[in-house]
């Protein structure tokens, strides 16, 4: 199975992990790259759109498509991308490092919102969403903290315990999800 892992990353931890996720598949990685600075313009609510990919997306079998959420929103590039490609697209995955914890997923600024877009556009080609919450690589004392999520980043120092984990058994089911079928990883309840 030819597997592509496509990325938005701003800070690096969206990076960091859909690296790790490409290293464990054998699968092919690249980088979103948008026309210009997409912090700016999302606070705008301004999208110039995302510079073609170099991968032909139609060839693969399956697309991991990683990045960030940003206060509980679907951003533009990787919104762009899923509209620029959904077609070519036999299979989707979608993951994010995000600052919204699985407790409140469902929540104003929470991951499962935007699991729920992405289905909504992707239709029957998304077959999965996993969180990967920063929250899981903070020591127990700085778990809620603003300030020591937006200064943490996924590294390989930090990547171990829950999140490694977590990281296995996506691409365990990854391997050995049959075709069509989505489901969220990180929710016994669904989203």
């Not at 929540?107 to 289905?119: A, I, L, S, T």
Request: net charge positive; hydrophobic share 40%.
């Amino acid at each position: 199975m030819r597997t592509l892992v496509v990325y938005y990353s701003r800070k690096g931890s969206n990076r960091f992990l859909a690296h790790k996720v490409a290293g464990g598949l054998s699968a092919d990685i690249e980088r979103i790259r948008p026309w210009i600075n997409v912090f700016l313009l999302f606070l705008l609510k301004i999208h110039l759109g995302i510079r073609p990919i170099r991968h032909k997306a139609e060839s693969y079998d399956k697309v991991i498509l990683v990045g960030p959420i940003w206060m509980g929103r679907l951003i533009p590039p990787l919104r762009s991308f899923l509209n620029k490609y959904k077609e070519r697209i036999r299979e989707l995955v979608f993951v994010t490092c995000c600052g919204s914890t699985d407790a409140r997923k469902d929540e104003k600024f929470g991951h499962g919102f935007v699991f729920r877009e992405v289905e909504h556009i992707m239709g029957d080609k998304c077959t999965h969403c996993r969180a990967f919450p920063i929250d899981l690589v903070l020591p127990e004392e700085k778990k809620g903290d603003d300030q020591a999520f937006m200064q943490t980043h996924l590294m390989d120092e930090n990547f171990r315990g829950e999140i490694q984990d977590r990281l296995e058994d996506l691409i365990d089911k990854i391997r050995t999800q049959k075709p069509g079928r989505y489901q969220v990883l990180n929710d016994k309840s669904g989203v």
